[in-house]
Structure formats: C-alpha cells, structure tokens
C-alpha cells in the first residue's frame, strides 16, 4: 500500500506531514506529495489517520 495525493484538491494544509512524516512531505509548490515507498507497518496507523484527516479528502492510501 502506498500513500497518493491528489494535488489538484490538496491546499497545502499541512496535516499530513504532520501526523505521517514518513509517507506524507511538502512539495517545492506548497502541494503535499506522498512517498513512492510501500507503507511499513509500522507507520501504517498514521498514514490512516492522515488519509481520514485530510480537510479535503485529497489522500488516498491503497
Ligand atoms: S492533509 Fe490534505 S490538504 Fe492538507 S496538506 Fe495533506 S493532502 Fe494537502
């Protein structure tokens, strides 16, 4: 499974960096961008909460 982010509904809130550093980074335009890694499971948890906190819905882990 993987973290994706649609930038074209992302407004660059921040949350998900926040909550999932590992899968979830700021971009050069402000857009959040997801890891091209496979999600561990480690991390697992917080990239869920990130996908169901995103005030958009912008982030889709699958
Ligand atoms: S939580 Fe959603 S709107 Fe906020 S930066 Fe991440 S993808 Fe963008």
């Known amino acids: 499974m993987k ?3 649609d ?7 921040g ?3 926040d909550i ?3 899968i ?3 971009d050069d ?3 959040a ?3 091209k890694e496979e999600i561990s499971e480690e991390v697992m948890d917080n990239a ?3 996908e169901s906190q995103c005030p958009v819905d912008a982030i889709e882990v699958k």
């Open 7 to 13: 930038k074209d509904i992302c407004i660059g809130c």
């Open 3 to 5: 973290g994706y982010v």
């Open 33 to 35: 961008i997801g890891s």
């Open 20 to 22: 999932c550093p590992e």
């Open 24 to 26: 979830f980074n700021m």
């Open 29 to 31: 335009d402000g857009k």
């Open 15 to 17: 949350i998900c960096p």
């Open 48 to 50: 869920l909460d990130a």
